[in-house]
């Protein structure tokens, strides 16, 4: 998460520091007490189920044959009988009948895997109830694992060739937002905890934790730090307004109903503001950390900008990035839930009506709320980072708000100026200068 910016900053004063010291720590430490307070100590265990057996297997033949008509079915409805039909012939790999050879019928059906020959498979054994002792073999799924391998080490190599030990630092960080997630945020809202203060809490200790690990301690992490921070809380208080306002109730999906039937004590309306918090979060440090940097770089490029001047032009840098980025969330959203806007093309019922149904009107409000709080991390971060890259200059122009005042250059005869252009250079041929150097003592000034 964030954005990578290697220049160091100008040296910030030790009263700017110790300022940002006291701000930073208490929070810190405010948000691993809150953190200790809501961590999750009688998280619910998932119940153990019976699962069907699984082991893995490789096919080495598949023999495809003429579904058989069903005379039951008119003629040109769909069935599972249109096929395909066959058998598949697996060398099981684990299990009891490892190094065997075993046949299984062709999946069928919605959502069933597509076999070839050398394809590596996952097997799952079916016992018959009547006689328990006669199993059969089923295809189940594709196995995945060594793809997924692939993918991470090709994921890993490529941020540490290009961003060699800040790279490294943000693989740790990314470890660390899933060990968060995995450890405190999921457990703490299956527990019963509320899952807005879970997800506020959840998303600072990620915050900390990844802005520190792969920026440094630095003044401008800091600024970004308490940009990100500041900006969570306003996207929670926004969020919940807005789902207040269109009285949310957090069953807008499949899976929010389906989570229902299986923790129904989890509040599912803390739930949404809680996702919109955590899918916010990864925007918002890009935002925060880029806007510090920018600050950084046009204090670096010009120390004589005001605090005023810092704060318009990194803002223009802020507006452009904020353009791109509103579009990147509404896309995310919506690529997420492409199945789900494919059904308004197959939905009869008006389009006002649909809109404000509440499954779109979720979607709606989680780009909405998103963007918002976005939009304010902007002025929020990039007026911190102005007044901390400028706190402790002696400059009184710069702490009036005027600009210095640049000193003209000496007029120049326009009949010199045309002469100096006109005349050819001339080579140095003193033994006192080697060749090729121009003359040291040459000096243009007076011509120009």
Known sequence: MGADHTRSAPPTPPGVRRILVVTVVPLFIATLVAAIVLWPRDAPRPEAADDTPRYHGT?????????????VVPEGTPTAADGPCGTVTVRVQTGPDAGQEVQTPIPTGPGAPRVEVDDDIILVSLIDPEDPTVSTYNIAEHQRGKPLVWLA????AAIVAFGRLRGLAALGGLAASFAILLTFVLPGISAG????????????LIMFVVLYLTHGISAQTSVAVLGTLAS?????????????????????????????????????HGLLLAGIIIGSL????????????AVNELRHANPDLSRRELYRSATRVGRAHIASVVNTIVLAYAGASLPLLLLLTADSRALGQILTSEFLTTEIVRSVVATLGLIAAVPLTTALAAVVSTAGRGDADVHSGEPTPVIPRPATDRAEALHALSTPPTRNTSPATPPRWPDPDRSTDTTW
Do not use: K
């Open 282 to 293: 990864g925007v918002l440090d890009d935002v925060t950390v880029t806007q510090a940097a």
């Open 153 to 156: 080490v090709l994921f890993a």
């Open 193 to 204: 905890q509320p899952p807005l203060a879970v997800a506020i809490v959840g998303a600072s």
């Open 59 to 71: 096919i080495t033949r598949v023999v495809s044959e003429p579904c058989p008509s069903n005379p």
């Open 232 to 268: 969570l809380v306003l996207t929670g208080l926004l969020g919940l307004a807005a789902t207040g306002a269109t009285h949310l109730t957090g069953f807008g999906s499949e899976d929010a109903t389906t989570l229902s039937m299986f923790r129904a004590d989890v509040d599912l």
